[in-house]
């Protein structure tokens, strides 16, 4: 048997998942947690992967591997290769004013003046995204803005499955960096039309050009794992692994039509397409993926951790948070949340803060705000599911994963509130599996991943119930004046 080994770095934990090269039979796993903030020094990474890798019984059997990572994190790399500051992560939000600077400077440059909408354009037709506070360019500009002389020891700036892969082969100097298409495709400087960096928008938010990881093709080799590296055996082959949403679509196994759509610390929906795409609205983020293709993704900051401050609230586990949530009515009885607890990415309100409209006598009570809570999080997605389609996205299915989708109200509540039936798989490590298929994919070589047989998933459907996206819209704009 050969064996494979995918790892997800995500923002709370990292797993390593070892599989059978082949069938893609799960042999062994390991995980690690990390630590909570929006900024991490990247050597408890280094030191979770290290935990994952022991717990997952070593390398020392694996052919190859591959790293999955959370998107857009800052790693910023001195000349000798040592990292500058703590890693700014996608949830950070302090770069959102750096973002309106870009915005505003590329729309000059291009001749519109000081119009928002000039800027907008800019930027999606040059990366297929419009800056917000997620991107790494709007970090780097951030850097350069308070802290410049970190911004001038910055040699290399590298993303989280960046990083770990140069780790995994030993740090052998910066030239060495490598990453794929899905991460570059999400910093802002990357053009998924072209496949090529855009360094005059790199130089515009730092100041200069450092070195950048070269972008590696799907199944390209990126070296071998180093005798010794994070603790594990050397000689398996390095794949080039990806950003989390790409590794995630790629471990699910979907293709051109299916949405995906996952609860996690973030909520994602996106989509596999044969072409790319440029919204300069910024709702939809045109991702490329890992095998080719392209990724059109929404983000919001806003998905699980809205249960869990709920469940928490009211002093409930999650099962009795969905029993609650289910006894309600659709629409809670009016009762509205709009759940931007941190802030939020989609709509971009990184400012913002949670509210709870409609509190009447009659709806105060655990089960009407368990309602609302599991109603809110799923509308913001279901505006996600919407804007894709409006870029001309056919939707076929849409796939719904990720720890969120372990609440069987989210599970039963999400046709009605997206208005499509939905599918559920097991659960499971999605970014690590991609990544492990594409370490196989590496090991073997040719033109497709291999194919592993899929599992089993339970299909729900619901009426659509309208009006709750429509309530819910209305409460959304009217909080929008106090962002």
Known sequence: MTLVAGVDSSTQSCKVVVRDAESGALVREGRA???????????????????????AGGLGDVAAVAVGGQQHGMVCLDEAGQVVRPALLWNDTRSAGAATDLIAELGSAVGGGGDDGAG???????????????????KLRWLAQHEPENAARTAAVALPHDWLTWKLAGSPGLDAL???????????????????????????ALGHVPVLPRVLGPAER?????????????????????????????????EPGDVVLSIGTSGVVSTV??????????????????????????????????????????????????RLALTAPAGSGGLVMVPYLEGERTPDRPHATGALHGLTLATSDPAHLARAAVEGLLCGLADGLEAIAALGNPVRRVLLVGGGARSEAVRRLAPAVLGVPVLVP?????????????AAWTLAGGDTPPVWPTTSTETYQADPVPHVRERYAEVREMTAARV
């Open 120 to 138: 907008r354009r800019a930027w999606a037709d040059a990366v297929g995204l419009v800056p917000v506070a997620s991107f790494t360019v709007t």
């Open 426 to 438: 097991p659960p499971g490590e999605y970014v690590a599996d991609g990544a492990a298929r594409q």
């Open 178 to 204: 490598v990453t794929d298409r899905g991460d570059a495709s999400g910093t802002g400087y990357w053009s998924p039309f072209t496949g090529e960096y855009r360094t005059d928008l790199l130089e515009r």
């Open 273 to 322: 397409s044969t072409t790319p795409s440029a919204d300069p609205s910024g709702t939809v983020a045109g991702f490329a993926d890992a095998t080719g293709n392209f990724l059109p993704l929404v983000v919001t900051l806003n998905a699980a951790r809205v249960l869990d401050a709920t469940a928490r609230l009211l002093g409930v586990d999650h099962d009795e948070l969905s």
């Open 33 to 55: 947690s990390h630590p909570d903030g929006t900024e991490v020094d990247p050597a408890a990474w280094e030191a979770a992967l290290r935990t994952a890798i022991d717990s």
């Open 222 to 254: 990126a070296g071998q794992v180093a005798a010794g590296a994070l603790a594990a055996d050397g000689g398996a082959l390095l794949g080039p692994g990806s950003g989390d949403n790409a590794a995630a679509a790629l471990g699910i196994n979907a």
